[in-house]
């Protein structure tokens, strides 16, 4: 027979520990509806997540490399599922509820501009006299607000420790502002999981599309960068002499292996010792209960200085997407000064929201190809960035 919601949520109290975030203890959702009858609230909150425009989008949206450099290279989707199976991982080792990590992980890149993190900067920058623009906030407003999938409400109406964990998802590169109506000094364990391993799957995939890519070497890593040659070392104990795709997969499995086991041993000590006993209890202290040990930190920060040295600002990826974010300044001010090309959706916004905003929310939501194409319609082939 078939299992109830109420059911599920029975379950949870029975194998979860006590300061887990239990889908029948959800502060709810900004509009009433009837509760899901076969799943619980955060297994209608992913669902919703993955039936989502925003979603489906991200697979031609950049992580490193431009999209459709290379495939075998990872977008920003591939990103976003490793980051979900991580955090189910983490989750189920900490007895925590893997739906909301695992939804919270799923939905923490629904915002992000085309070209990654240099085309935030330009949006933040045009934006800047407007309201400004940040991807973890631009998150939360495709959930809250353009998404427009439902009658009876914007948005996708989902929980509150949902859209908690994408206000305060919060990695070496993201720092969001605090958002009214998630006051805490924290979020819940598994909004912290998510945050992390977000962390420890660009690490990994970036190691991976690096050396794929041939930008980076096993020998220079071997060198300089010490998680890397530890990793190596066991493996080569391990397994002995592989051939070079093998030999890379399992170091780069052992570095995310490593990762892991720090953070639940890490967490498990720190939650132990903060007394914690609920989930609110966890949004009351001062500091994440989920983290690195101080030496993984340590090596964690090395690599991150070598990525970005040698392979994020190694001019075969830095210089493409230079000139690919700057299309998005000329599209800017190219809607600003003819918004009946912005779209119909994106229209009826400006009167509520402003011009600025309006023009925005819709180049937020491009994907890489198509800001190519809207600028070889707009403006003509000249605009290529090969």
Not at 177 to 190: T, V, W
Request: net charge positive; aromatic share 6%.
């Amino acid at each position: 027979m078939a299992r109830t919601r109420q059911e599920l949520e029975q379950i949870e109290r029975q194998i979860l520990a006590p300061y887990a975030q239990f889908s029948g203890d959800s502060r709810g959702r900004d509009h009433s509806e009837e509760p899901p009858e076969w799943r619980t609230q955060y297994q209608r909150d992913r669902d919703r997540v993955i039936h989502s425009r925003a979603f489906r989008r991200l697979e031609y949206k950049t992580q490193v490399f431009l999209n459709g450099t290379g495939d075998h290279l990872r977008t920003r989707l591939t990103h976003t599922i490793e980051v979900a199976a991580i955090s189910r991982n983490i989750a189920s080792a900490l007895s925590l509820n893997t739906d909301l990590a695992e939804t919270i992980a799923l939905a923490h890149d629904l915002g992000h501009s085309p070209f990654g993190h240099k085309g935030e900067t330009v949006l933040a920058r045009l934006m800047k006299s407007h309201g400004g623009f940040e991807h973890n906030q631009h998150s939360l407003r495709i959930v809250e607000q353009l998404e427009q999938k439902y009658p009876d409400f914007s948005g996708l109406n989902l929980s509150w420790e949902v859209r908690e964990g994408l206000a305060k998802h919060h990695t070496a590169c993201d720092h969001p502002a605090r958002r009214k109506g998630f006051d805490a000094k924290n979020s819940s364990l598994e909004a912290q999981i998510a945050n992390q391993a977000d962390e420890i799957t660009y690490y990994s995939h970036d190691l991976d599309d690096g050396l794929d890519s041939g930008l980076l070497s096993e020998k220079e890593l071997t060198r300089n960068v010490r998680i890397w040659a530890d990793a190596a070392q066991q493996v080569k104990k391990k397994h002995g002499a592989l051939p070079d795709e093998s030999r890379r997969y399992f170091i780069i499995r052992t570095i995310l292996d490593m990762q892991i086991r720090d953070i639940v041993e890490t967490s498990e000590r720190l939650i132990k010792k903060a007394g914690v006993k609920s989930a609110d209890d966890v949004r009351l202290c001062p500091k994440p209960l989920v983290q690195h040990s101080a030496a993984r930190r340590r090596q964690n920060l090395e690599l991150r200085h070598y990525l970005y040295k040698n392979l994020y600002y190694n001019p075969v990826v830095h210089e493409p997407n230079q000139r690919a974010v700057k299309l998005l300044g000329q599209l800017f001010k190219h809607y600003l000064a003819h918004s009946e090309d912005i779209g119909k959706s994106s229209q009826r916004r400006i009167q509520k929201n402003g011009l600025h905003r309006a023009v925005c929310d819709h180049i937020a939501g491009m994907t890489d190809r198509y800001v190519l194409l809207e600028c070889n319609r707009l403006f003509g082939n000249k605009f290529k960035i090969e």
